[in-house]
């Protein structure tokens, strides 16, 4: 089962929010599908989604870090490249189907790592992020 979004997992009550609660709901399709061969095409649905979800979240995100000065930007935006890297290897085995591994054992593995992906980058990064678009947004409202 995929942790519930909470309200203390907003960044900037914005787009950010917007994508990362598509992210989200996205993996937390994916998760709720049936490990089924049959099912294969509506998971793979929900990682496209994901993947095009996703490439449009870290461009907005790494504009918003560009246009704040956040200072670990460089690095940030490094960790996009590697997530997206990963969430196209996912795709790809998914979708080759001539894997030595049964469907049911491939989902199970990928509902994992997707959940991973997600919080992993969200806790250990984007919420770092937070704090800087915080006062960004304080100095803006200020002027």
């Excluded at 937390?28 to 496209?48: N, S, W």
């Excluded at 890297?85 to 593995?109: M, N, T």
Aim: hydrophobic content about 40%.
């Amino acid at each position: 089962m995929v942790m519930e979004w909470q309200e203390s997992m907003c960044i900037d009550h914005g787009g950010l929010d917007a994508d990362h609660r598509q992210q989200h709901e996205l993996i937390r399709r994916f998760v709720a599908a049936p490990p089924l061969e049959e099912e294969r095409d509506l998971a793979l649905g929900c990682l496209h989604a994901l993947r095009k979800v996703t490439l449009r979240h870290f461009t907005r995100e790494e504009a918003v870090q560009r246009a704040i000065g956040y200072p670990d930007a460089r690095e940030h935006a490094e960790q996009h490249r590697r997530l997206v890297g990963l969430l196209d290897d996912i795709i790809d085995q998914l979708e080759r189907g001539d894997s030595p591994f049964q469907y049911g054992y491939l989902k199970g593995k990928t509902d994992e790592i997707l959940q991973f992906w997600f919080f992993d980058h969200f806790a250990k990064a984007d919420l770092k992020l937070r704090r800087h678009v915080e006062r960004f947004q304080a100095r803006s409202a200020s002027s």
